[in-house]
């Protein structure tokens, strides 16, 4: 992915703050959002155990509500067939015991003394139940400024509120590597294990031999068959293709060239290069690293800010 993300949360057992990983497929934006902090709502999908859901109604942060999920008594088979598949269970926990809750950082009107102002809302995607309402702004902040507890962590920025990453930038280029590589494997396999065609009729039209290697087997022919080669005859097979061979290579440095910088290229420089010229090769190689530090630098001084 793009990104990953970085949750702080308090630890009430440890009584510090602590830091929780967060994918990139469990945080959901807007489509019309242009960045992470400036998203008007975020979703942080979680996938919490029993024990731990009742570990959040004991200590409040939870409401104490009950979660069966609701009753279908016109489920029909397909449809039991797909909740098995999907492990939906009655009480709406799945096969491995979890249960998805999200949690919204969003701006929203629920009271009438503050208007619009942030929340955090925690929702049970089953029951659609709300289990948890919580202000996200300081009560002495009069302008109700959002405070952040999720921290992006950006490899490259894109259009739209996701950033993008190695495999988006070279996934062209890998897919068609991936399909030369898989036809050339193919062709070999094929080439190795090849079928036949064999002569209906007579008494050697219905038999059906098993050759084993480094083994020498009879072949009965009728009176009239007097060439093996008359009898069955291997279908032909291409060999795999030079051709596709140097298109995989094409691809590969096709790919590195997306991702690559001059940087590489110093070992094979001439060691009488001016001092002038290798610097700037040098200063143009670490470009968009310094971009990428310099986002991660921003990030890392978010994560001082929360935990401050």
Known sequence: GGAQ?????????????????????????????TSFYTAERKTHVQYITR?????RVGTGMCRDINLVAPQEPDLTG???ANNKIEGRDSDAYDT??????????????????????PYILSVD???????????????????????QWIIEFPFVPWRGAYPIGIPQMIGGRSAAATGALRALLDSAHIANFPGMLKLKGGREGGQSERIDPTEVKEIEGGAFSDDIRKIAMPLPFNQPS?????????????GK???????????????NMPVGTQLARIEQGL?????IHARLHDSMGRTLRVLH
Request: glycine share 6%; no cysteine; aromatic share 12%.
């Open 5 to 33: 993300y970085m949750k702080m949360i308090w630890d009430e057992q440890r009584n510090r703050p602590r830091s929780i990983f967060v994918p990139i497929d469990d945080v959901y934006l807007p489509y019309s959002a």
């Open 96 to 117: 491995d015991g979890l249960r998805t809750i999200f949690e919204i950082y969003a701006i929203a009107d629920l009271e009438e003394d503050y208007g619009l102002a």
């Open 125 to 147: 995607k089953v029951t659609g139940k709300v289990l948890s309402i919580y202000r996200n702004w300081e009560e002495s902040d009069d302008t109700q400024q959002e405070m």
């Open 242 to 254: 030079e051709t596709l061979f140097r298109l995989l290579g094409f691809l590969i440095e096709a």
């Open 51 to 55: 024990l731990e859901f009742e570990k």
């Open 78 to 80: 397909p449809g039991k």
């Open 257 to 271: 060239g997306v991702v690559r910088t001059t940087l590489e290229d110093i070992a094979e420089n001439s060691a």
């Open 287 to 291: 470009t968009v690293f310094s971009a």
